[in-house]
């Protein structure tokens, strides 16, 4: 699976969008970009996923560049309940044998601010 | 409806003993993985379950550890002769299993947080 690089950490005050980059310079042509979350303490939560086109949903958007080398996840209107580790990954997805496991970098630790 | 559950929340316990974590996937759901996540990392995978197929083991990182999922449901994840190293949050998720479909998302449980003296 392609590597993805994303900024150790990010401030966003609340009410405001948050914006979320990540970078997979290596992607290939059949591998998704998912995005999840994980709140303190608790285990990580899907939030979204796509492959080429954007993507919205009740949680947030997924902005994928036309290249595909990079992507930006969007909380259109952040909540202290939004401070949360946020982690890219990438990875092939589809029918045929074996596991899909998901791997998980250091993510993005996004602070929502009063 | 219930998620993903696991026991014990909280394990403590001293180098050299046997542990058992377990996992209560969502009804339904046929696959089943093992994450284990250290202190300020991402998770890290351990094994996978699907259906009766032979587990993906290819995590797992030694011998010491082993899992079990008894009737396609409920999973075991042991650790024989815990050492410090494995003093880790072990996170257990499920999601159903379409060959061919879109994404089935992974539910994820609360972790076991386990401590090695």
């Known amino acids: 699976d392609a590597k993805t690089t994303q900024p150790p950490s990010m401030d966003c005050a609340e009410g405001r969008a948050a914006n979320l980059p990540c970078n997979h310079s290596t992607i290939s042509g059949n591998e998704y970009v998912y995005w999840y979350r994980q709140i303190h303490s608790q285990g990580p939560q899907y939030i979204i996923h796509g492959l080429k086109n954007n993507e919205t949903n009740e949680m947030a958007s997924l902005i994928i560049t036309e290249d595909r080398k990079s992507s930006t996840l969007i909380l259109p209107h952040a909540t202290l309940r939004d401070t949360a580790v946020y982690y890219c990954?990438?990875?092939?997805?589809?029918?045929?044998?074996?596991?899909?496991?998901?791997?998980f970098g250091k993510g993005t630790k996004l602070s929502v601010i009063p | 409806g219930a998620g993903v559950s696991q026991s014990p929340s909280n394990k403590v316990t001293e180098k050299g003993k046997d542990v058992e974590l377990r996992c209560d996937p969502i009804s339904g759901h046929t696959a089943l993985y093992w994450y284990r996540q250290s202190l300020g990392q991402g998770l890290e995978f351990l094994i996978y379950f699907q259906g009766n197929s032979a587990p993906d083991k290819s995590g797992l990182p030694s011998d010491r550890f082993s899992a079990e999922r008894t009737g396609g449901s409920v999973s075991t994840l042991t650790i024989q002769r815990t050492q410090q190293e494995d003093s880790a949050v072990y996170l257990c998720a499920s999601s159903l299993f379409w060959q061919g479909s879109s994404y089935n998302e992974q539910f994820f449980g609360p972790g076991t947080r386990l401590t090695v003296l």
């Open positions: 990954i990438v990875r092939v997805d589809g029918s045929g044998a074996g596991s899909y496991q998901l791997t």
